[in-house]
């Protein structure tokens, strides 16, 4: 009995000096419309950079594997894990993650927040919501002009749209306006992650002569289908290129990953995300297949695989 006093005597003590207990380890959710085994390695070395230590904090990972009707329930889990902050890979999952919650800080890589409707504005975000802009919109025209150069008697673009990515529509106006300017024709074709198929069939129909495909698709399916089909296309990252697409251009992702783990961090700190601005890329990466140019029939010319960051035989 006296044991048991002594012990719940010493329990109630203040701790010594020297001895406090270690400060909690941030929980960091990360809603992913797609897999991406890749992504949280590179936040991982993001995070690094800006000073936090592996085990200084964990990751939450919730990916919804390209079917986004599961990413409300997704990010309703995070939320009901109480994470100290989330971060959102592309419009889908951001837009998931601003409904379910309006005080857990969101973090997202999209390619067009102001225009997705994610912030209010790239210097005043507003809300709980800050980030990076992909510029994934920016570069469509990139990609037309990238496409006259590899194939200059082109006369008719199809685009690959996914039918449930909101980003959809700022993705093909920019395509739009820059195919005005060269007197090329577009061909928006909707797409779903599910069933690729219609949207294939459709595009051979249209007797497009180049294609370009939204990030959010299912990336390395469609570049191995393309190249069978033989069409030369464009999309965003290396995966595409390595699956068999002939060509990819898009923001760095180790910046993109250095510029997210930077707003993550200031997030952390206590810095309320709509004081945060979002942050630009202004690096670009162009990867090139020399391979599949071949089995299309296509010479590359010398200065654009001199220009690419990357070019796969």
Known sequence: MRRRLILSMLAALPAAPGRAQAPRRPVIGVLMA????????????????????????????????GAIDRLPALAAELVAANV??????????????K???????IVVWSGDPVGTGLVDSVARPGGNITGVDGAGAALSAKR??????IVPSMKRIAVL???????????????QAAATTLALDVEPIGATVADLEPALAALQARRADTVIVQPSLPLAAI????????????????LYVES??????????????????????????????RDIPVMQPSQFDLFLNLATAKALGLSLPPGLVQRADEVIE
């Open 99 to 105: 409904r379910a919650t309006q005080t857990i800080p």
């Open 144 to 149: 037309v002009e990238l496409l006259r150069e």
């Open 223 to 238: 570049a191995a289908r393309l190249r069978t089909m033989r069409l030369p296309s464009i999309a965003q990252s290396r």
């Open 244 to 273: 068999g697409g002939l060509m990819s251009i898009g923001a760095s992702t180790a910046e993109i990953n250095r510029l997210l783990a930077f707003s993550l961090t200031q997030v952390l700190k206590g810095t309320p995300p």
């Open 34 to 65: 797609r897999d991406e085994h890749f992504f949280p390695d590179l936040l991982r070395a993001g995070m690094q950079e800006r000073g936090w230590a592996e085990g200084s904090y964990s990751l939450l990972t919730r990916s919804a594997g």
């Open 161 to 175: 749209l996914n039918s449930a990515d909101p980003f959809s529509k700022p993705f093909l106006a920019q395509i």
């Open 84 to 97: 100290d902050a989330i971060v959102a890979l592309q419009t889908p999952a951001a837009l998931a993650s």
